[in-house]
């Protein structure tokens, strides 16, 4: 038994992708101005590995459980 529902699954899917979408014009803005070796960027870089591997793992449980 899950502790996640579908709709927990679903909701966690949105919220990850939005802050994907955070990080990645983060990043891009940190990148156009030529900043790479800031900390912000740096951890950003290192943060967005670590959302898609939770993401990944959460959409796989989501079509996991789908039926």
Known sequence: MSLLSQRDREVSITTFNHYVDFLTS???FYEREGMFEDP???GY???LTEVYAL???IKLEYFKHEN
Request: glycine share 0%; net charge negative; charged share 40%.
């Open 26 to 28: 983060e990043i891009e």
């Open 40 to 42: 912000d960027y740096i």
């Open 45 to 47: 870089k290192s943060e």
């Open 55 to 57: 993401l990944n793992w």
